[in-house]
């Protein structure tokens, strides 16, 4: 039977622009209680830290809760919904969200962190910077916060990967009693950003998360696209 195990890396301590975050968490890593890391390891990342370490930070008026949404409009391609203050925009990337990722939290005040603009380069550039570090091929998942339509609550998704699969298609193969899956994708880089959320908690200062025994048919070369529905299937637009 498989099992997956998940804990936070300690030490990563505040992260600043221009500070390569590869070689951070790499530091970290490099022995207990973080490591060492394996093949097949995944690291799961959180985007307020990758922001950080890209400069995806700008200024905002601190006295005033609604100085962020002209920025929020500004990272949008497209309005989907608007109750109140809330903004349901699209980004660039293709994400349907809250306010275009645009967030104010575990940030200094006066500051609101903007989505990497490409989330995938951010993840290969960890994934690079740890192999040539620590000598392991891992998974990168870079993760982040969001809300479901029809759902209460939060939950981790992936934004960026690298090395590790978006989504896995079991479409042609069978189920447990032997017949045959006509639609079944499984996102499991969503499923491995959730779990490692449960040991990186959201106000705990652990940015950072390794999940060990992902199945190694999974770790391969990817991109978020695989998880972002194209127009064309989206029923609800």
């Known amino acids: 039977m498989q099992r997956l195990t998940a804990w936070g890396v ?8 221009g500070m390569q975050l590869g070689d951070v968490i790499a530091t ?5 209680p973080n490591g060492p890391l394996q093949n097949h390891d995944v690291l799961v990342v959180t985007q307020k830290v990758v922001s950080k370490a890209e400069g995806r930070l700008v200024d905002v008026d601190p006295d005033d809760p609604l100085s962020h949404k002209a920025i929020v409009e500004a990272e949008a391609v497209r309005i989907v ?30 500051q609101a962190a903007l989505l990497p603009l490409d989330s995938d380069r951010s ?21 982040d916060t969001f809300g479901r339509p029809w759902r209460r609550g939060l939950t981790d998704v992936a934004i960026g990967v690298a090395g590790i699969a978006a989504v ?54 990817a991109s978020i696209n695989e998880i972002v529905r194209p127009a064309s299937e989206d029923l609800f637009r």
């Open 10 to 17: 300690t030490g990563i301590g505040e992260i600043s622009p």
């Open 28 to 32: 970290a890593c490099a022995e207990p």
């Open 81 to 110: 919904r608007r109750r109140g203050d809330l903004i349901i925009t699209e980004t660039s990337h293709g994400f349907v969200c809250a306010n275009s990722g645009v967030d104010l939290s575990n940030v200094e005040r006066g």
């Open 123 to 143: 993840a290969r550039r960890i994934r690079d910077i740890v192999r040539a570090r620590l000598g392991v091929d891992v998974g990168v998942i870079v993760s």
């Open 168 to 221: 896995v298609d079991l479409r042609g193969t069978a189920d447990a009693l032997g017949r045959i899956m006509q639609v079944t994708e499984v996102a499991v880089a969503d499923e491995l950003a959730s779990a490692a959320e449960l040991v990186m908690g959201k106000s705990n200062g652990v940015p950072v998360a390794v999940v060990r025994g992902a199945d190694a048919e999974w770790f391969r070369d």
